[in-house]
């Protein structure tokens, strides 16, 4: 069993910035690919990138390479997720996600996930 807490969100004027966290109990953490994905209000949730178990990999949308970046701390139990530039389009529930398998863009390969972080950009 893993639990998942993000933290960080808030309200951010465009072209700003915000880390968001994501804690994880359980002493298996580092041996899951984690991921972060985003829905907003009347949209599907989307795939936004992923880091593979050592965080030696990973993967983003096109919509936010370049802009967002993911890290992991595997002795504090956390992914995080920078993110600069950010544009009111990236007002969304962000959530994270963990995999025993390898970095997916489809939420449903993800075992794990967290309760959602609220990120509201104002224009």
């Known amino acids: 069993q893993v639990q998942l807490v993000e933290s960080g969100g808030g309200l951010v004027q465009a072209v700003g910035s915000l880390r968001l966290s994501c804690a994880a109990s359980?002493?298996?953490?580092?041996?899951?690919?984690m991921g972060w994905f985003r829905q907003a209000p009347g949209k599907e949730r989307e795939f936004v990138g992923g880091?593979?178990?050592?965080?030696?990999?990973?993967d983003y949308a096109d919509s936010v390479k370049g802009r967002f970046t993911i890290s992991r701390d595997n002795t504090k139990n956390t992914v995080y997720l920078q993110m600069n530039s950010l544009k009111p389009e990236d007002t969304a529930v962000y959530y994270c996600?963990?995999?025993?398998?390898?970095?997916?863009?489809?939420?449903?390969?993800?075992?794990?996930w967290g309760q959602g972080t609220q990120v509201t950009v104002s224009s």
């Open positions: 880091i593979d178990w050592r965080g030696g990999r990973t």
């Open positions: 996600a963990a995999s025993r398998r390898a970095i997916a863009r489809v939420g449903t390969e993800y075992e794990y």
């Open positions: 359980g002493r298996t953490f580092s041996l899951y690919a």
